[in-house]
């Protein structure tokens, strides 16, 4: 089969590094792709969100089948683009990516089908939101812009002030667009935090391992919130009996509720989840693979994730046995300096062979451009290396020997992954 994965990133360089290891795949091609990928499928320059090139291109090329990995793709319909072309895609419809693209769907959804999430309230006007958190008085409490914001549209405010100039930064100053027409007002919940994906074809859920991120920029959990700077799998918190608890309570529930709606979901679904004292809880969904959470999981995958997701796009995941390895595997995530706020661009990375890798683990470019058989920074987020072992001590150990022989100007990492 020839394929298409829709994407640059980390997250996509797992992709192709898994279905490269499918007898399937005959040929991979990735749109736009980066300097990392470039060493594993032939990468075409055309913009993620270009849905006339990338169907052009898929006819032309003659894909069988294309895989859209980001959320902004997903939601302005990609999907359904490729479909309506007769190229058959994985990934949710924009109908069902409104899971992720709309936080006020999503949380009204959860509360009409009774799926467990912090308490919330909808604002469509700055004047009602402040005058119901000043009523409320309880702080810290979250508020979160309604759409897409490149994962930056919440803001935990700890007291009035901070609450006040959010809600209008966000709905009156419009730092995030139009996706701060709206904005939800939640409870702020404490609790370990667990992320796990799902394949789902809209019939039958069936979860991946789970993996834990680590969203802010600093050891300690210090500093802004990032894209992720790390991550493990499986989680350390997400026992048996708790993974039980949410099939019951959150996965099926929710699967069930977009059918209900009209807006079956496929493709891969994102639980991020908050273990609270009082049982687990959404904190958002993701219409996709998460990242770098799939640099964890996938290399632990065992079946081959082509026929996985083929069994997703033709409803037949009930049928396809997934087999995991029970090894751990950790994810250290190599940033420019200044991410996530100003970072330079175009600096030479050193330490890594023809193609991007190093010994001891697995490198997954982010944003990286090759040039002339050398490698250089083009993003925030550069490199993922990645490592597995018997035991998460062992690969975080792997992991971060690979990190220490790679190196470019101000490159910045945290050093207590896992920990
Ligand atoms: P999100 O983009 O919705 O995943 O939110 C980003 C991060 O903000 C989450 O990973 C949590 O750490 C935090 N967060 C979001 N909602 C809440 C909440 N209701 N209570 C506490 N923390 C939250
Ligand atoms: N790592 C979080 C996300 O993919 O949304």
């Given at each position: 089969m020839k394929l298409l994965v829709i994407g640059g990133g980390g997250r996509e360089h797992a992709i192709i590094r898994k279905l490269s290891e499918?007898?399937?795949?005959?040929k991979i091609y990735c749109a736009p792709g980066n300097g990392g990928i470039s060493c594993d499928a032939q990468c075409v320059p055309i913009d993620a969100m270009d849905k006339e090139a990338m169907v052009a291109f898929a006819k032309a090329h003659h894909i069988d089948f294309a895989v859209v990995a980001p959320d902004d793709p997903l939601a302005a319909g990609m999907v359904d683009a490729m479909e309506e072309a007769g190229i058959p895609a994985f990934g949710p419809t924009a109908a069902a990516a409104v899971i992720e693209s709309s936080k006020v769907f999503s949380k009204n959804l959860m509360k009409r089908y009774g799926i467990p999430t912090a308490g919330y309230e909808v604002f469509e006007d700055s004047g009602a939101a402040i005058a119901y958190i000043e009523k409320n008085n309880t702080f810290p409490v979250v508020v979160k812009a309604d759409g897409l914001a490149l994962?930056?549209?919440v803001i935990i405010a700890e007291d009035l002030q901070a609450a006040k100039s959010a809600v209008q930064s966000i709905m009156e100053d419009k730092i995030f667009g139009q996706s701060g027409n709206k904005i939800v007002v939640e409870e702020f919940i404490t609790g370990p935090e667990v992320s796990v994906l799902a394949f789902t074809d809209g019939k039958t859920l069936k979860p991946m391992v789970s993996s834990k991120d680590h969203k802010r920029a600093l050891d300690n959990d210090k500093g802004l919130n990032t894209g992720g700077m790390g991550t493990v799998s499986p989680?350390?918190?997400?026992?048996d009996e708790i993974a039980r608890e949410c099939m019951e309570t959150i996965f099926l529930p929710t699967v069930a509720a977009m059918n209900k709606e009209g807006r079956p979901f496929k493709g891969c679904l994102y639980f991020g989840l908050m273990l609270t004292e009082s049982g687990p809880k959404v904190i958002e969904y993701n219409c996709r693979f998460g990242d770098p959470e799939t640099q964890v999981v996938l290399p632990r995958l065992k079946s081959d994730l082509l026929e996985i997701m083929l069994a997703v796009r033709n409803e037949r995941l009930a049928e396809t046995d997934i087999v995991w390895s029970n090894e751990a595997a950790a994810c250290v995530v190599m940033a420019s300096g200044g991410y996530p706020a100003k970072y330079e661009k175009g600096l030479e990375i050193t330490g890594?062979?023809?193609?991007g890798q190093t010994g001891g683990a697995t490198v997954y470019h982010a944003g990286t451009k090759k040039e002339n058989g050398k490698f250089y920074t083009s993003g925030g987020r550069v490199l993922g290396v990645t490592a597995t072992d018997a035991t998460l001590e062992g690969a975080l150990k792997k992991a971060y020997s690979a990190v220490s022989g790679i190196h470019f100007e101000g490159a910045h990492y945290r050093t207590d992954i896992g920990k």
């Amino acid at each position: 089969m020839k394929l298409l994965v829709i994407g640059g990133g980390g997250r996509e360089h797992a992709i192709i590094r898994k279905l490269s290891e499918s007898p399937k795949a005959e040929k991979i091609y990735c749109a736009p792709g980066n300097g990392g990928i470039s060493c594993d499928a032939q990468c075409v320059p055309i913009d993620a969100m270009d849905k006339e090139a990338m169907v052009a291109f898929a006819k032309a090329h003659h894909i069988d089948f294309a895989v859209v990995a980001p959320d902004d793709p997903l939601a302005a319909g990609m999907v359904d683009a490729m479909e309506e072309a007769g190229i058959p895609a994985f990934g949710p419809t924009a109908a069902a990516a409104v899971i992720e693209s709309s936080k006020v769907f999503s949380k009204n959804l959860m509360k009409r089908y009774g799926i467990p999430t912090a308490g919330y309230e909808v604002f469509e006007d700055s004047g009602a939101a402040i005058a119901y958190i000043e009523k409320n008085n309880t702080f810290p409490v979250v508020v979160k812009a309604d759409g897409l914001a490149l994962g930056k549209g919440v803001i935990i405010a700890e007291d009035l002030q901070a609450a006040k100039s959010a809600v209008q930064s966000i709905m009156e100053d419009k730092i995030f667009g139009q996706s701060g027409n709206k904005i939800v007002v939640e409870e702020f919940i404490t609790g370990p935090e667990v992320s796990v994906l799902a394949f789902t074809d809209g019939k039958t859920l069936k979860p991946m391992v789970s993996s834990k991120d680590h969203k802010r920029a600093l050891d300690n959990d210090k500093g802004l919130n990032t894209g992720g700077m790390g991550t493990v799998s499986p989680n350390p918190y997400y026992t048996d009996e708790i993974a039980r608890e949410c099939m019951e309570t959150i996965f099926l529930p929710t699967v069930a509720a977009m059918n209900k709606e009209g807006r079956p979901f496929k493709g891969c679904l994102y639980f991020g989840l908050m273990l609270t004292e009082s049982g687990p809880k959404v904190i958002e969904y993701n219409c996709r693979f998460g990242d770098p959470e799939t640099q964890v999981v996938l290399p632990r995958l065992k079946s081959d994730l082509l026929e996985i997701m083929l069994a997703v796009r033709n409803e037949r995941l009930a049928e396809t046995d997934i087999v995991w390895s029970n090894e751990a595997a950790a994810c250290v995530v190599m940033a420019s300096g200044g991410y996530p706020a100003k970072y330079e661009k175009g600096l030479e990375i050193t330490g890594l062979d023809e193609n991007g890798q190093t010994g001891g683990a697995t490198v997954y470019h982010a944003g990286t451009k090759k040039e002339n058989g050398k490698f250089y920074t083009s993003g925030g987020r550069v490199l993922g290396v990645t490592a597995t072992d018997a035991t998460l001590e062992g690969a975080l150990k792997k992991a971060y020997s690979a990190v220490s022989g790679i190196h470019f100007e101000g490159a910045h990492y945290r050093t207590d992954i896992g920990k």
